[in-house]
């Protein structure tokens, strides 16, 4: 049987820090798809290139953050690379952010190839271990939703080397610009790499609406609306046909 290949993202400070692992994934047949330590140009990479498990160096500058931003944005596998320096004392923060594995740079082929493997199977998110006993699946789903209801009704942005928090109701607002989305909201105006359709596939539908080509719309912040545009904070935004359907049949 055909061992399986993943693209695997590795973040580090400095590709030297990686360079034993990254040779025995080559060596394994799988392919590294992108190497950095820059949270926009990791963010960039889970967006746009098909990455299956993430393996993040903990001596990487604000390590939290980027799991945070593997695990809970973007729900992707994530394995520990521990550094010699390594401790028992550091695991239990590693372990906050629900890995699916740790890793030695000088582990063997075979160990390295079952890790992987293995955080791909149980790559979905999990419920910690210490989390209390769960008797049945309605429980299961229980815990599943309380631990997703922080991140329901907001989403984290990478600026600068950190990830900033923005909550869908203080989103006015978002124009298309090329490859970017600008988002629009009461302080300030942030911009994000990505396409206008994956951003709104990723917003709450019951309050988001693309009303043209160009322009997505946060529902609960539309001040007027005539025939041709709405009105956001006397910003003038143009609809489309589709969109003058959808009013109408709300109002039916």
């Known amino acids: 049987m055909e061992a399986p290949v993943f693209h695997i993202l590795?973040?580090?400070?400095?590709?030297?820090?990686?360079?034993?692992?990254?040779?025995?994934?080559?060596e394994l047949g799988h392919r590294p798809v992108f190497i950095s330590d820059q949270m926009s140009e990791i963010n960039e990479?889970?967006?746009?290139?098909?990455?299956?498990i993430v393996l993040l160096h903990q001596d990487s500058l604000v390590a939290d953050s980027k799991a945070e931003l593997i695990r809970f944005t973007h729900e992707l596998?994530?394995?520990?690379?521990?550094?010699?320096?390594?401790?028992?004392?550091?695991?239990?923060k590693l372990i906050?952010?629900?890995?699916?594995?740790?890793?030695?740079?000088?582990?063997?082929?075979?160990?390295?190839?079952?890790?992987?493997?293995?955080?791909?199977?149980?790559?979905?998110l999990k419920i910690p271990d210490n989390?209390?006993?769960?008797?049945?699946?309605?429980?299961?789903?229980?815990?599943?939703?309380?631990?997703?209801?922080?991140?329901n009704d907001c989403m984290f942005l990478p600026v600068d080397d950190q990830l900033i928090k923005l909550n869908y109701s203080d989103i006015f607002y978002?124009?298309?610009?090329n490859v970017y989305v600008e988002i629009y909201t009461r302080t300030q105006t942030y911009l994000l790499r990505s396409s206008l359709t994956n951003f709104l596939a990723k917003m709450p539908?019951?309050?988001?609406?693309?009303?043209?080509?160009?322009?997505?719309?946060?529902?609960?912040?539309?001040?007027?609306?005539?025939?041709?545009?709405?009105?956001i904070r006397d910003t003038k935004i143009p609809i489309s046909k589709s969109f003058k359907q959808f009013l109408l049949d709300a109002t039916k």
């Open 10 to 26: 590795l973040v580090a400070d400095r590709q030297s820090t990686v360079q034993i692992l990254l040779d025995k994934c080559l």
């Open 45 to 52: 990479a889970l967006m746009y290139e098909p990455v299956d």
């Open 77 to 92: 596998p994530l394995v520990w690379v521990l550094s010699p320096s390594a401790i028992l004392a550091t695991l239990p």
């Open 96 to 124: 906050q952010s629900s890995p699916q594995g740790f890793v030695d740079p000088n582990i063997g082929l075979p160990a390295l190839q079952g890790t992987l493997c293995t955080a791909i199977e149980y790559g979905a």
């Open 131 to 151: 989390d209390s006993v769960v008797s049945d699946e309605s429980d299961l789903e229980d815990k599943l939703k309380s631990k997703h209801s922080f991140f």
């Open 174 to 177: 978002v124009k298309s610009d």
């Open 205 to 231: 539908n019951s309050i988001f609406f693309r009303t043209h080509k160009s322009y997505g719309v946060n529902l609960q912040h539309v001040d007027a609306v005539n025939h041709i545009d709405l009105v």
